[in-house]
């Protein structure tokens, strides 16, 4: 909480969601943390298909004139494509006459704390500044000291890459066990244990397990750098990996089951796109409710997290058919004795210690 407090004391803090709000208001607003100086943040973007959409450039183009004073800090923290924060301050320039680091302070510093972590972490992981100018990196700096972590002055287009390529790791690191998990149904082997032979004592192993991987940014981040990439269709390859795990897992689910879905009970347990979280934002579990849909079965589905969309367990359980664990959470660990013993459990992150991708209830034990 002493963050909180310390934040807290800053003069002129607005909560907002919208940047035109911001340059409209001319007053502070930051994502994910409290400003102290006059501050218009941009805003995520929008992605259609592998295509970028800037709309907030338009709604800045039409509000350059809430630029009014010429010492002001203009940032931003979300994912934008590289290049962006050096435009942002050459438009500026262009239709006000402000020069960025002089006049105008213009930074992008990347968020990147993790979901229900921002406590933890924006008080412990270094703070990425890029400045246009040498003037702006300090304003940024000014700003984020409060929370006592280390900061890193860079160039914009180097925090803007820093932070799209912080998450195409994770998204392509997230890839490779879902690729495994569909070979091993290919052969008929059985993943976690292929995973455990890969990692066992092996000091170059390390691959995690398979599971829904997508989220607000995850699904999105790779887009900036498939746009002009010149290895293209290289992250277009990763997304589609993630993508199809939920057709991977309904395919799976028609083969064992007699081929087909119609008039079947199916239980998707987990909304959200994370653990422990209540974030369903881009969730895949909504494209795998979707493909069960298109297969005429009945789904029924639970999130201890996400009430609002969920029915009580016992009743997304009660004559199931099938059980389907969508998203990791705690809450399902211990599971199995609660899955009725006739449905098939399909467990691709191995929550409940199955330690099979599909498996009927009946045939496992609890641990």
């Known amino acids: 909480m002493a963050v909180l407090e310390r934040a807290v004391g800053l003069r002129n803090a607005v909560f907002g969601k919208k940047a035109d709000r911001a340059v409209e208001c001319n007053t502070n607003r930051f994502i994910g943390a409290l400003s102290r100086q006059k501050f218009a943040g941009l805003g995520e973007v929008q992605v259609r298909g592998a295509r970028v959409r800037l709309g907030w450039r338009r709604q800045l183009r039409g509000r350059v004139g809430g630029f009014a004073n010429r010492v002001e800090l203009r940032g931003c923290v979300s994912t934008v ?3 962006t924060t050096d435009w942002l301050a050459g438009y500026v320039e262009q239709r006000r006459g402000f020069t960025a680091g002089e006049d105008i302070f213009v930074s992008h510093v990347p968020e990147r704390i993790a979901a229900n972590r921002f406590l933890e972490e924006i008080s412990t992981l270094p703070c990425i500044v890029g400045g246009v100018g040498t003037g702006s990196g300090a304003k940024a700096a000014d700003l984020f000291e409060v929370f006592g972590t280390e900061i890193v002055q860079t160039t914009p287009v180097q925090a ?18 879902n690729l495994l998990m569909m070979n091993c149904e290919q052969y008929g082997a059985n993943v976690f244990e292929v995973i455990d032979l890969i990692n066992r004592d092996y000091p170059r192993g390390g691959i995690g397990r ?7 940014c995850l699904r999105k981040d790779f887009t900036f750098s498939e746009e002009r990439s010149s290895a293209p269709g290289m992250l277009l390859a990763v997304s589609r990996v993630h993508e199809s795990v939920p057709l991977f897992l309904v395919e799976g689910l028609k083969r064992r089951l007699g ?29 795998l409710i979707r493909l069960l849909e298109r297969e005429l079965a009945h789904v029924s589905r639970h999130d201890p997290f996400v009430p609002a969309e969920s029915e009580p367990l016992d009743t997304a359980l009660a004559g199931a058919d099938a059980v389907v664990i969508a998203t990791n959470h705690s809450a399902y660990e211990g ?12 467990d691709p992150w191995n929550v409940t210690g199955s330690a099979q991708v599909f498996a009927y209830a009946d045939e496992l034990v609890s641990t």
């Open 335 to 346: 599971l199995l004795p609660q899955v009725p013993k006739s449905a098939l459990l399909v």
């Open 81 to 83: 494509a590289p290049g």
């Open 259 to 287: 081929g087909s879905l119609r008039d079947r009970k199916v239980a998707v347990l987990g909304l959200s796109f994370k653990r422990d979280s209540d974030d369903a934002r881009d969730s895949l579990s909504y494209k």
């Open 160 to 177: 803007e890459l820093a932070k799209i390529w912080t998450n195409i790791f994770r998204y392509a690191t997230f890839a490779l066990p």
């Open 210 to 216: 398979p599971g829904l991987t997508a989220g607000i």
